[in-house]
C-alpha cells in the first residue's frame, strides 16, 4: 500500500499534521521533492516542531523515514535538524537518505541570493535555500550525489570544473568575491561524517518493502499550484509536486500508488509572488492570519507573513486533479469559527466571462474572484470527533467544498492537534 500525502494549493495546507497522523499507520514515510525551503509545522507530545526536510514520520520508533533521491538534500541543514530533536529528547530516528540524493552545495545558497539581488523588484520570493540553483544544476548534469562524497580525487575534477563556470557568472553577472574549489572541498569533507551513517540504497530498500506488503507513505511538500508544469509558472517551485512525481523522487513502481490524499485548507494562504486570485487584504487579512494556523499564518522556514485568502474552489479543484487525488483532507476548518459570513471563490471572471477551470498563467493574471457566502457556525467546533456534531453551518461547508471539489472529502481536521481530526 502506497498512500501519498499531497497538496492542492499553494502549499501550508497541513500536510504536515496530515502525514504525522497517518505515519502511526506506515512503516516508511518518503519525501520525494523540494529541500529545506519549506516546512511542515507538528504538535505532538514532544513539542512544536517545523521540519523542513525530515519526513513526518521521525517521531514514531516503528517508523522508517527516507529522504529520497528526488530530494534537494542539504547536509548541514539536516544534520542541524536532527539535533534538535535529539534536545527535545526525541527517540533517535530511524533514516535513510537515498546515496542518488543530490546535495545543496554552498554555493547554490549564494547564488539563490544574488539571483533574487539582481532581480531586485521582478524577484520570485525565494526563500534562498539554493533550491532553483540545485535544480538547474541537476538537470545541466553538474549537480553532485552524495555518493559522490567518497571519492574526493573525482570529487575535486568535477568540482574544479564546475567552479570555473559559476566564477565567470560571478564575476560578470552578479560582481561577487569568486569561489575556491579547495575551501568548497573542505566543507563536503566536513559533511561526510554527519551523513554517512543515514545513507543507503534506498531503491534496493523499497523494492523489497514493497514485496513485503509494507506500508508506505508519500510526503509532499508545496502544492500542486507551486508544480513547475501545472502550477502558476513562473512562480512555481523547482520540482515536482505532485503525487505523480513522488514514485520517481521516492523510487517506486508508479502503479504502486494505491491513494492520494489531497490536503487543502478550509481558506488559502500562499507565500512568495504570483497570481492569487481570491487573495484578501486589510484588517480581514491580518485577522485571518493571526487566527490561521497553530500560530498564525508566517513561513514555517522564513517566517514571512503569509498571503491570506478566502476559499479558492477553482484552484482547489484543479490542484485536486493534477495531483489525482482520491480523496480530500480538509484543515484548519475551526480558524474559520469566528465569522459571520464566510466567502468562498467559485469562479473567475475573465474578459467579463465566469470561467470554471483554471487558466494558464496570462489568462489567470487577469483573473477576478466571483464570490459566494456561505454562512458561518459562529461556535468553537475544536474538541469536536463526529461529523453529526458538527453545527449544521460547518457540515454544509464540508459538502459544499466536497461538490466544489468532486470528491470526498475524508478527513476534516478542526485542530492543529494530532488527534483533532474528524474521519468520514
Ligand atoms: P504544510 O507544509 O502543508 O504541512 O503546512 P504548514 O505546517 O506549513 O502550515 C499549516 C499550519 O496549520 C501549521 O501551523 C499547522 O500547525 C496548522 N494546522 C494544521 N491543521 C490545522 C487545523 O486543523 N486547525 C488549525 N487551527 N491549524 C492547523
Known amino acids: ?51 523542513h526536510q525530515l519526513p513526518s514520520g521521525i517521531f514514531y520508533e516503528h517508523v522508517t523515514n527516507i529522504i529520497g533521491n528526488g530530494v534537494a538534500l542539504n547536509i548541514p541543514a539536516l544534520l542541524a535538524e536532527l539535533g534538535q530533536l535529539q534536545k527535545a529528547a526525541v527517540p533517535r530516528p530511524n533514516l535513510l537518505v537515498s546515496n542518488r540524493a543530490q546535495m545543496v552545495m554552498p554555493y547554490h545558497l549564494l547564488f539563490d541570493q544574488y539571483e533574487e539581488e539582481r532581480l531586485s523588484k521582478r524577484q520570485f520570493g525565494s526563500t534562498k535555500s539554493g533550491i532553483s540553483p540545485f535544480y538547474s544544476d541537476k538537470y545541466a548534469k553538474i549537480g ?17 570544473q564546475v567552479i570555473a ?57 508545496l502544492g500542486a499550484l507551486k508544480d513547475p508544469d501545472f ?47 481570491s487573495e484578501i487584504s486589510g484588517n480581514a487579512a491580518d485577522e ?30 484543479y490542484g485536486c486533479q493534477v495531483q489525482g487525488a482520491s480523496a480530500v ?15 468562498v ?22 483573473a477576478k474572484p466571483v464570490w459566494r457566502i456561505l454562512p458561518g457556525w459562529r461556535t468553537d467546533i475544536r474538541g469536536i470527533r463526529h461529523f453529526e456534531d458538527l453545527p449544521v453551518a460547518a457540515r454544509n461547508y464540508v459538502t459544499f ?3 466544489a471539489i468532486g470528491l470526498p472529502v475524508r478527513y476534516v481536521s478542526n485542530g492543529p492537534k494530532r488527534d483533532e481530526i474528524i474521519r468520514r
Open 1 to 51: 500500500m502506497v498512500r501519498a500525502i499531497v497538496g492542492a494549493n499553494w502549499g501550508d495546507e497541513g500536510k504536515g499534521k496530515l502525514t504525522d497522523l497517518f505515519a502511526a499507520e506506515s512503516d516508511i514515510v518518503i519525501r520525494f521533492q523540494g529541500g529545506a525551503n519549506a516546512g511542515h509545522t507538528i504538535l505532538n507530545p514532544y513539542g512544536r516542531f517545523a521540519l
Open 144 to 160: 553532485f550525489q552524495v555518493c559522490e562524497l567518497f571519492d574526493e580525487i573525482t570529487l575535486m575534477e568535477k568540482l574544479e
Open 165 to 221: 563556470v559559476k566564477n565567470v557568472l560571478l564575476d560578470h553577472l552578479y560582481h561577487k568575491p569568486l569561489l575556491d574549489a579547495k575551501d568548497i572541498m573542505a566543507q563536503l569533507s566536513a559533511w561526510k561524517e554527519g551523513i554517512y551513517p543515514y545513507l543507503a540504497d534506498t531503491f534496493a530498500y523499497l523494492e523489497k518493502a514493497q514485496r513485503e506488503k509494507r506500508r508506505i507513505l508519500l510526503e509532499g511538500q
Open 231 to 277: 502550477g502558476i509558472y513562473p512562480f512555481v517551485t523547482s520540482s515536482s509536486t505532485l503525487a505523480g512525481f513522488g514514485s520517481v523522487g521516492a523510487g517506486l513502481a508508479p502503479t504502486s500508488l494505491t491513494e492520494i490524499v489531497a490536503v487543502t485548507k478550509a481558506y488559502s494562504s500562499a507565500v512568495g509572488a504570483g497570481a492569487f486570485v
Open 288 to 317: 485571518l492570519r493571526r487566527r490561521g494556523g497553530d500560530a498564525g499564518e508566517y513561513g514555517a522556514t522564513t517566517g514571512r507573513p503569509r498571503r491570506m485568502g478566502w476559499f479558492d474552489a477553482v484552484a482547489t479543484r
Open 329 to 343: 483532507a480538509l484543515t484548519a476548518i475551526d480558524v474559520l469559527s469566528y465569522l459571520e459570513e464566510i466567502p
Open 345 to 366: 471563490c467559485i469562479a473567475y471572471e475573465i474578459d467579463g466571462q465566469a470561467i470554471e477551470v483554471f487558466p494558464v498563467t496570462p489568462q489567470l493574471n487577469q
Open 401 to 403: 467544498v466536497e461538490q
